[in-house]
């Protein structure tokens, strides 16, 4: 981040933290912490686990909420679905995603990083729990680390091992059931892996790809490849939320003395006792006291073991606290200011935009396309044009098509199908002819009205009949 928003650098700060002086990694150990953040992050975190797996098996509208059908480019979004020719709508979604990110970092920080992001939400609320209960609390997980590899050693690590790729195949099963629903993934295990060869290998990809992350790569992930944490000085200015050590009232630090030593009086010192407990949780290992870091991913872990130990010491709690810089600096925060306004105002853009778009988006796809050939036919007396209905139903449903040809002059109009029936997302082609004698004014622009009978909504095609030059065209 910019280095305005950065307090002097402390000891300790010149490399990463899981990084050792020889550029060789370090592994880290967090602490368990209890407090009212890791309290409601879990409830977080457990609530995004169960809404990811309920969404390929929950149905709407008789499908899945959420069913991504890439090989047959169909798309069932909860109880809506979509083809190749909506794509369009993208760029709306991925303009409002982009701008919300904005205007939520602009306000709150890093909370997208510490509340919902899937690698911290997988990483400490599944993968880190398996290994706090199979390894035991930090003290004994850095005893075991830098002890010999004893039995007990090797069987605590093959039942943590085998626990992590169980878990990471099925988050990649349930990522799979995304694309080939819930049922027809139930119908590939079944099946085996010799008759879906190419599901079975995006399974265990992504199963290796879990497994990699979160069994070892784990933090680097956020301060290594992640560019969200290098774009906050951009996103973020002094009043932006962060999670902040109050230099002013934690300083000098030093700990707690509570009896005079022959008459003199102790030194005063500031809040923090210099416990090194905020360092000890944090998943990342920084030291939130040398000030705002690209690293800190505003978990609130820090905060909460530094309120632990303020209510041992009798002091208030706050020391390390969610506020802005200035907040911290005794300025007060501004809430209300241009950068929030600007990215709010782009995030409303985005939306309404997403929102109209969704709104005026047909049920059905009708293009009214000439037969390639010829342009028109002379028969006799008569000239005819030749065209080509291609409808498709986007409705989740079965439907029927009314269709019916408005003419400006005398036509005689030949439709094999008044009325067309097609399931989801079936398509179909319907042949149209138009006679006319000659004589009239050509060429002349005439409609096709194709009405969906379940909903209402009618698109009106326009199409132009052409003659010969000697018909006044």
Same mark, same amino acid.
């Given at each position: ?16 933290? /899981? ?56 798309f ?11 794509f369009w ?7 409002t995603?982009?701008?919300?990110? +904005? ?20 990483l ?16 004994? =997980? ?10 007990? =050693? ?22 799979? /059931?995304?694309?080939? /629903? ?48 290098r ?26 003395q ?7 009086? %102790? %030194? ?23 000030? +705002? ?20 010491v ?13 907040g ?5 925060? =501004? ?24 709104? =005026? ?9 000439? +037969? ?16 080509d209905?291609?409808l498709?139903n ?29 399931? /989801? ?29 379940a ?12 003659g ?6």
């Amino acid at each position: 981040m910019a280095s305005s928003h950065f307090q002097p650098p402390g000891p300790g700060m010149g490399h990463l933290p /899981s990084v050792k002086e020889d550029g060789s990694r370090l592994a880290l150990h967090p602490a368990d912490v209890q407090g009212r953040f890791i309290t409601w992050r879990r409830v977080v975190f457990a609530a995004l686990i169960a809404i990811y797996v309920a969404l390929p098996l929950v149905h709407v509208g008789g499908r899945p909420s959420i069913h991504l059908d890439v090989a047959a480019r169909r798309f069932y979004l909860f109880g809506n679905t979509y083809n190749a020719q909506d794509f369009w709508l993208v760029l709306f979604l991925l303009t409002t995603i982009g701008f919300g990110l +904005l205007f939520a970092t602009a306000w709150l920080g890093r909370v997208w990083c510490g509340w919902a992001c899937p690698q911290t939400v997988f990483l400490e609320g599944v993968y880190r729990r398996i290994e706090r209960w199979i390894d035991g609390p930090r003290e004994r =997980r850095l005893r075991t680390a830098a002890g010999p590899w004893t039995v007990e =050693r090797v069987l605590r690590a093959v039942g943590k091992h085998s626990a992590y790729v169980a878990v990471s195949l099925l988050l990649a099963h349930v990522a799979l /059931s995304l694309f080939v /629903s819930a049922q027809g993934l139930t119908g590939m295990v079944r099946d085996g892996p010799v008759q879906h060869p190419v599901a079975f290998a995006w399974a265990m990809a992504v199963t290796g790809a879990l497994y990699f992350n979160f069994a070892w790569f784990r933090e680097q992930l956020c301060v290594v490849l992640c560019p969200y944490g290098r774009l906050q000085s951009a996103m973020q200015d002094r009043d932006s939320l962060i999670i902040g050590y109050d230099l002013g009232r934690g300083e000098p630090r030093g700990r707690v003395q509570k009896v005079k030593a022959e008459g003199v009086e %102790p %030194p005063r010192l500031g809040d923090c006792v210099d416990c090194r407990r905020c360092v000890v949780v944090c998943p990342t290992g920084i030291d939130i006291r040398n000030g +705002l870091q690209m690293d800190c991913i505003a978990c609130a872990q820090c905060v909460d073991a530094c309120d632990e130990v303020m209510d041992k010491v009798g002091r208030p709690r706050g020391l390390v606290r969610y506020d802005s810089l200035n907040g911290l600096a005794g300025q007060g925060r =501004r809430v209300s200011r241009l950068r929030l306004f600007l990215y709010g105002g782009l995030l409303l853009a985005s939306v309404l935009a997403l929102g109209v778009s969704l709104a =005026r988006r047909t049920p059905f796809e009708a293009n009214l396309l000439r +037969l390639q050939g010829t342009t028109y036919l002379l028969e006799g007396s008569m000239i005819r044009n030749q065209f080509d209905l291609h409808l498709v139903n986007k409705n989740p449903t079965e439907s029927t098509f009314s269709l019916r040809v408005d003419s400006p002059v005398a036509a005689s109009v030949v439709v094999p199908q008044q009325q067309v029936k097609l399931a /989801s997302l079936e398509s179909f082609r319907v042949p149209l002819f138009l006679t006319v004698e000659r004589g009239q004014a050509l060429p002349f622009t005439f409609y096709l009205e194709v009405t969906d009978e379940a909903s209402g909504q009618v698109k009106r095609l326009e199409a132009h009949f052409l003659g010969p030059p000697e018909s006044g065209y």
